[in-house]
């Protein structure tokens, strides 16, 4: 059995039948979570760009472009709405991939389900399917090799996800999902100088690894041939991404877990991997120090939280991405405004924020990078004016709960669309299995006045 069938096989058999109320209640969730995110981004940037170059040039089709009456192929409007969808960085998370599912599986799941018609009970499997491919395969993303390499894993495993998600609303057989997951070998990419840099084409990522594995799988289901030995080949995805085989083989994909299960809403809207930071500053408010009171400080990381491109950054900050995936911003902005918010990173000049941020250092705890990724422990010892030594331990961060995630969706959409729609959203968004299509869902985003003519 090669790499490629060991993964997708039991992804594959999965039905709505077999799964259990708890994984379903999960994807209700993550589908919530996804959406409350991409619509406080449809008027960034880099949205606009991603809309209007659509709408020039893929206008047909009958998937919708999120929040609006637009419509395009499902391959396109999947990349629109996966570029809202990382727009503010409050993306899920799946800490042992260090992937961020929702924001490639939710888009694709809806674009290719309103362009084929599929039931949702299929839309909630296939939604299941792709959660699971990305933390299956995501697994080989935890090494050091396909770190140093400057990758994004989301973005390299997110096609992957989606050619499961898609090729099983648009049915194909088993051999033709196996060619689906060969082809999003070729579809995919996406490396980390956005996060040294601040610039928009992260956003993009995801897009094109939506559209990817919906273009795979619909060249599968005509027919095309992939290579057999895709993950283990000489110059498979193991030998030219730098992905762990030995992660891969040692996987048990029979062991009935589901990985949805084990996805994250973070706290605050930054890197994945600075949010015990972000937390950590809090609990120094709590504890009555004072921003212009600290002199200097260190914080103590697991490695990742260290590496990884971006968060080791004191500063200037020339661009919101550079805010959202430094530690010692996160830190010092969280202080300051004494809250964790997504207006603390537009804020990314505020004096008193830099100052704060460039008197810190980020170090590595090897005790910290043996915990991770199952605990993300942060230390942060600080100097005072007054010569005294204050520290701060956190172990992990408080994620959000379900109750915060609507909490979310009302803070996003409640200005535009009112309570009583968005008590219509939860509702439907709870019955999400008893729809007809997901455009019974998506048409009551949309704004009468606004929103609805973008």
């Not at 708890?22 to 008027?43: F, N």
């Not at 085989?245 to 996805?263: F, K, W």
């Not at 000049?349 to 043996?370: F, H, I, Q």
Request: aromatic share 8%; hydrophobic share 40%.
């Amino acid at each position: 059995m090669t790499l490629a069938e060991k993964l997708v096989k039991p992804i594959y058999r999965m039905t709505y039948k077999e799964l259990p109320a708890e994984v379903i209640e999960k994807v209700k969730l993550c589908l919530l979570h996804s959406l409350a995110c991409a619509y406080v981004g449809i008027d960034e940037r880099w949205s606009k760009a991603a809309r209007e170059m659509t709408a020039t040039l893929h206008p047909a089709g009958n998937a919708s472009i999120w929040f609006s009456t637009r419509k395009s192929n499902m391959a396109d409007a999947a990349f629109v709405n996966a570029v809202y969808a990382q727009s503010i960085l409050y993306e899920d998370i799946h800490r042992d991939s260090n992937a961020h599912p929702g924001v490639v599986i939710i888009p694709t799941a809806l674009a290719v389900a309103e362009e084929t018609g599929a039931p949702m009970t299929e839309v909630v499997t296939a939604i299941v399917a792709g959660y699971e491919m990305m933390a299956r395969i995501g697994r080989g993303t935890a090494c050091p090799e396909f770190g140093s390499r400057g990758f994004r894993p989301t973005s390299i495993i997110g096609t992957f996800g989606s050619c499961m998600t898609a090729g099983r609303l648009l049915g194909l057989t088993y051999e033709q999902q196996l060619t689906a997951f060969a082809l999003s070998a070729s579809f995919t990419a996406g490396i980390n100088q956005w996060a040294i840099e601040g610039t928009d084409d992260l956003y993009f990522q995801n897009g094109t690894a939506a559209r990817g594995g919906i273009v795979a799988a619909q060249l599968a289901k005509r027919g095309v041939m992939a290579p057999a030995k895709i993950v283990e080949g000489d110059a498979g995805i193991c030998a030219a991404f730098g992905l762990s085989q030995a992660n891969l083989e040692s996987l048990d994909c029979e062991d009935g877990h589901y990985s949805i299960l084990d996805v994250l809403f973070k706290p605050a809207p930054a890197c994945a991997l600075v949010q015990t930071t972000a937390q950590a500053a809090i609990d120094a408010v709590r504890q009555g120090i004072q921003p212009a009171d600290i002199v200097s400080g260190v914080i103590y990381t697991f490695q990742l939280g260290k590496t990884y491109a971006g968060c080791d950054n004191p500063g200037p900050f020339d661009a919101l991405l550079q805010a959202r995936m430094s530690n010692h911003f996160n830190f010092a902005a969280s202080m300051v405004h004494q809250r964790i918010a997504n207006a603390n990173y537009y804020d990314f000049k505020n004096p008193e924020v830099t100052r704060l941020a460039g008197v810190l250092k980020l170090e590595v705890d090897p005790e910290y990078t043996g915990k991770f990724p199952v605990k993300q422990p942060v230390r942060v010892e600080l100097e005072l004016r007054n010569g005294e030594t204050r520290t701060i331990y956190r172990e992990e961060p408080v994620y959000l709960q379900p109750e915060d995630n609507i909490a979310k969706l009302d803070e996003h959409c409640s200005a535009d669309l009112g309570e009583l729609r968005l008590a219509r959203i939860v509702d439907m968004i709870m019955k999400l299995d008893q729809l007809k299509t997901p455009g019974e869902l998506l048409d009551l985003f949309i704004k009468e006045s606004d929103h609805g003519k973008l």
